[in-house]
Nanobody, 124 residues
Framework: QVQLVESGGGLVQAGGSLTLSCAAS????????MGWFRQAPGKEREFVAS????????YYADSVKGRFTISRDNTNNTVYLRMNSLKPEDTAVYYC?????????????????WGQGTQVTVSS
């Protein structure tokens, strides 16, 4: 089992940048593919980005491709989401998640462990 804690959210102007961090407990962090999802008010949770166990493969939603970068540090049990060129439509609660079994990068159902979320607000 793994526990996840996100940080780094906040208020930023359109065009700005933020880096989210997700710290994981446990010594098996490197065995979990990791993902970032987000949920805006009144909308369903949606896929943002994912990274495989080694960090060699990354996946992105079309809406963030070229602006966001996911990375991980298996030594320090942390996954990051660097967000550049932020837009008001990026406003949401951002969640990190770990996939413990079958792994389909963009499918939230395949992630077993979730953090509590961190709010990102982008003003226009």
């Amino acid at each position: 089992q793994v526990q996840l804690v996100e940080s780094g959210g906040g208020l930023v102007q359109a065009g700005g940048s933020l880096t989210l961090s997700c710290a994981a407990s446990g010594r098996t962090f490197g065995s979990y593919p990791m993902g970032w999802f987000r949920q805006a008010p009144g909308k369903e949770r949606e896929f943002v980005a994912s990274i495989n166990r080694s960090g060699g493969n990354t996946y992105y939603a079309d809406s963030v491709k070229g602006r966001f970068t996911i990375s991980r540090d298996n030594t320090n049990n942390t996954v990051y989401l660097r967000m550049n060129s932020l837009k008001p439509e990026d406003t949401a609660v951002y969640y990190c998640a770990a996939a413990g079994g079958v792994y389909v990068p963009s499918k939230s159902q395949t992630y077993d462990y979730w953090g509590q979320g961190t709010q990102v607000t982008v003003s226009s």
